[in-house]
Every structure is written in C-alpha cells, then in structure tokens.
C-alpha cells in the first residue's frame, strides 16, 4: 500500500501508486515508527523541491526522524501547491528561479527565507490551501502555471490547459471556465519572467494529442 507522501497542486498529500519525478519536503511531518503523517502538514516555512537523485544517496522514506519525503508529478505540481526548489540539490534551478523571481518583484535577489516567507503568505489560508483569484484571461498565463476548475487542476501548456491527475496530464475537449489560480502569485511572476519550470512528459504528449 502506498504512503501518504504524494503532493496534489492543491498541496493536499495523498496515498497513491504513483511517485512523480520530483521529491520535496516541508520539514518533520511523519510518525517513524508508523510511516504516517502527523496532523500537522508542515512544520516550516521552507517548502522545497529536490531531485529524486542526489550523490547516491539512499533514504529509508518516512523511516527515520528526519525530514519527510514528498513526492510531486513534476515541477509544475510543486510550484502550484507552494514549494520553490532546493538550493542544494537543484541550485541551477534554485538560482534561475531566485532571478525570475527578483525581475517579476522589481527588487533585488531574494535570499531564500524572503521568498520562503512570501510564498507562506500566498499557499496557505488557515490550513488550508490558498486560491487566489484570475487578474487575467487565462491564455495570457504563462506555462506551467495551474488553474482551478470544477475542483479539478489545470496546468497551461502552450497556452492551453490540461487536466492534471497523479499519473499525468491528459488533453481536454470542451472550453475550460477557470474559477481561480492555484500557483502562488508571486511564483506566477518568476515564471512571467523567465523561470522554467520541469514538467511532466505527459503534457508535451497531451498537447500534441490536442492538436
């Protein structure tokens, strides 16, 4: 049976088969001895996303009192529940992430608990995910941006939106009515301005399919 350690972009996490191509965590949220989660969904505010392979390195999941291991379908699905990436295992990424976010704020690069602290203002409602209303037509939203609809996410690819599941996106026939932006505001600007996040290879396919 699977864990439950799998990342919706509603920042829900879930118990299913599928792992995703992204790991991340959010701090200690996990009882070891039972590999369960707490009731608590973070216990910092540096949520991040980390490569699935660094150095050789091999961890025991939600086995030990460390960090909890997320895992996100791709970059696209992190982003939108609220995490940025690690500037350890994914400093490129990390680096490019913190000038596109500093050219779509107008200031200077952020160091990360600035935009950790920005980015907990804007996932989070209470404790519950955070939706944010649309101040544009959704084809003028950059790719890998998520929307809501019908409860159901939506990531913009090539201008166009397809429906998120865990095991990837699939192409959508009839015209989608967003009803809210699920992606943080502020990571909606980095990738305005440049930042390009991983997806899923699933979303190139969809898009073809569309076509």
């Known amino acids: ?50 490569r699935c392979d660094y150095k050789g390195i091999q961890r025991a999941v939600m086995a030990t009192k460390s960090w909890t291991e997320l895992f996100f379908l791709d970059e696209a699905t992190a982003l939108a529940a609220g995490h940025r990436p690690c500037f350890l295992c994914r400093r490129d990424a990390a680096q490019a992430f913190r000038v596109a976010w500093a050219a779509g704020h107008g200031d200077q690069l952020p160091a990360a608990p600035q935009i950790d602290a920005v980015l907990h203002s804007e996932r989070v409602q209470g404790r519950t995910k955070r939706i944010h209303a649309l101040t544009h037509g959704i084809a003028e939203l950059p790719d890998g941006v998520m929307i809501s609809a019908r409860d159901q996410a939506f990531v913009m690819a090539g ?10 996106y699939r192409p959508i026939s009839a015209p989608l009515h967003a009803d809210g932006l699920i992606t943080p ?17 699933s979303a190139m396919v969809s898009s073809q399919a569309r076509e």
């Open 1 to 50: 049976m699977p864990l439950q350690n799998r990342v919706t972009p509603f920042g829900e996490i879930v118990a299913v088969p599928e792992r995703g191509t992204l790991m991340g965590n959010r701090g200690i949220i996990h009882d070891p001895t039972t590999r369960s989660l707490l009731t608590k969904h973070w216990s910092t505010k540096a949520w991040i996303t980390c």
């Open 159 to 168: 201008g166009c939106p397809l429906l998120w599941t865990a095991g990837g």
């Open 185 to 201: 505001p502020a990571t909606v600007g980095a990738l305005r301005f440049g930042y390009r996040p991983v997806l899923h290879p």
